[in-house]
């Protein structure tokens, strides 16, 4: 057994071949593992079978563009032997001279509902609370910010968070970040925020700082903006 024969066999991720017709050439054992359908039934039927039909068409679009020889990433609802779906990402380079897509699956089916619960835990907060990268962007911001400081979500997270700080408190606010990016969680810390109408709003915030191998972020917790000061 070749170095690739043994890393497509003892992967716990799913490895697919899919023919640029749609049908699948090759399936790894992770692929039963997690889907349940063992090799003999998914060889030589076409992938969008087993794809949930509210996944479909963003599913057929990224296919279209992997017939173009370029790569895509997205996730779908992916049908188990069982009847139930798993939410799995993908990873799929086209190989045009050989006319194959090589496929990688992961089952993020456990992260997803987390991240549903999230999102709608956060959407009905009055508190305003976003995610930042270390390098001083916003990535993601709860409805609140808006109702709050009338910024919609698009603005906030094309500009740097040092945007929206007034100028006078964009030393604290800087040396706040290098503690963050140093590990330490800020349990209370004040600064001004621009409002879309010009004027400011004293924010009290709690932020905890996140740095993983594939992800590193600022998890912001703030309490109830201050009005005045």
């Keep these: 057994m070749t170095l690739e024969q043994r890393f497509f066999t003892l992967s716990p991720d799913i490895y697919c071949i899919v023919g640029m017709d749609g049908l699948i050439i090759q399936v790894n054992p992770a692929f039963e593992k997690i889907l349940g359908f063992t090799k ?13 039909e509210d996944s479909a068409p963003a599913t057929v679009e990224a296919f279209l563009t992997l017939k173009l020889g370029i790569a895509a990433r997205y996730h779908n609802r992916y049908k188990c032997k069982d009847g139930s779906y798993k939410w799995v990402e993908w990873i799929v380079e086209p190989v045009l001279e050989e006319g194959v897509m090589y496929a990688l699956g992961r089952d993020f089916t456990e992260l997803h509902q987390v991240l549903e619960e999230r999102e709608r835990f956060f959407s009905v907060g009055a508190d305003l609370l976003s995610i930042g990268t270390f390098d001083g962007s916003l990535t993601w911001v709860s409805p609140s910010w808006q109702k709050t400081l009338g910024w919609t979500t698009e603005e906030l997270t094309s500009h740097p968070w040092l945007y929206f ?13 290098t503690e963050l990016i140093a590990g330490v969680e800020l349990v209370s810390f004040e600064n001004r925020y621009r409002c879309k109408d010009g004027s400011y709003r004293w924010i009290s915030w709690r932020s905890r700082p996140f740095v993983s191998e594939r992800l590193t972020h600022i998890l912001h917790l703030p309490h109830k903006p201050i009005n005045s000061k």
């Design 165 to 177: 700080v007034h100028p006078e408190d964009h030393e604290k606010t800087l040396s706040a970040g």
């Design 40 to 52: 003999e039934e998914v060889l030589g039927q076409s992938y969008i079978g087993f794809v949930h």
